[in-house]
Every structure is written in C-alpha cells, then in structure tokens.
C-alpha cells in the first residue's frame, strides 16, 4: 500500500514558477513508476509528467515539454514537479500517481495503482 501526499499549488502569475511535491509513504516507493495527471474544470484527467523508478527515464505531455521537469529523490520518498513559464491553460488541479511496474511511458497510458489527493495550481493572466 502507498499512499500519496501533494503539496505545492497555489496561485502563480503567467510567466511565474511552482514546484509540486508528492511525498509518499511505504518502503517499496523506489521500486514504483511515478508520474503527475491534471485535471481542469470541465475536462477529463490528462497526463502530465512521468519518471522511471530510478529517475534514469523521464516522459512528458507535449503541451509541456520544455517548460516543466519531474524528478525524484528516493531517499526521501518524493516526486517533484517543477513548473516554469506557466500559463493559464496549466490551471488545474494536478494529481500524484504510482505503479509499481512499467516504464515512464506506460504511466500516460497504463492502470494507476495510487493516486494523491490533489493540489490546485492556479495561473493568472
């Protein structure tokens, strides 16, 4: 069992930078596939960012690449999203999510065994 805790959001100007946390619980999170959805009022759950159990692989949303980076540090049992160059159209809120096998990849298209409560980030234009 793990569980997900988000923190991070908040209200940003367009432009500006935030960095998400998911700090996860259990002893087996080095050995999960970890990655962030969103989801903005009125649209379905789309993937954002994913990172392979030792943070080696990275994959992203084409709607963000280049702008945020997702990293991990299994020592302290946190994912990390930063975000960069925000936009309105990032306003959501942004979701943890862990599988405990996989590659990077197969979290944008794969089952989710986890999912963290959520944080909204919000980005004024």
């Known amino acids: 069992q793990v569980q997900l805790v988000e923190s991070g959001g908040g209200l940003v100007q367009a432009g500006g930078s935030l960095r998400l946390s998911c700090a996860a619980s259990?002893?087996?999170?080095?050995?999960?596939?970890m990655g962030w959805f969103r989801q903005a009022p009125g649209k379905e759950r789309e993937f954002v960012a994913a990172?392979?159990?030792?943070?080696?692989?990275?994959y992203y949303a084409d709607s963000v690449k280049g702008r945020f980076t997702i990293s991990r540090d299994n020592a302290v049992n946190t994912v990390y999203l930063q975000m960069n160059s925000l936009k309105p159209e990032d306003t959501a809120v942004y979701y943890c999510?862990?599988?405990?096998?996989?590659?990077?990849?197969?979290?944008?298209?794969?089952?989710?065994?986890?999912w963290g409560q959520g944080t909204q980030v919000t980005v004024s234009s």
């Open positions: 999510a862990a599988r405990p096998a996989g590659t990077a990849r197969s979290v944008a298209t794969g089952a989710i065994d986890y």
């Open positions: 259990g002893r087996t999170f080095s050995s999960y596939v």
């Open positions: 990172i392979s159990w030792s943070g080696g692989t990275t």
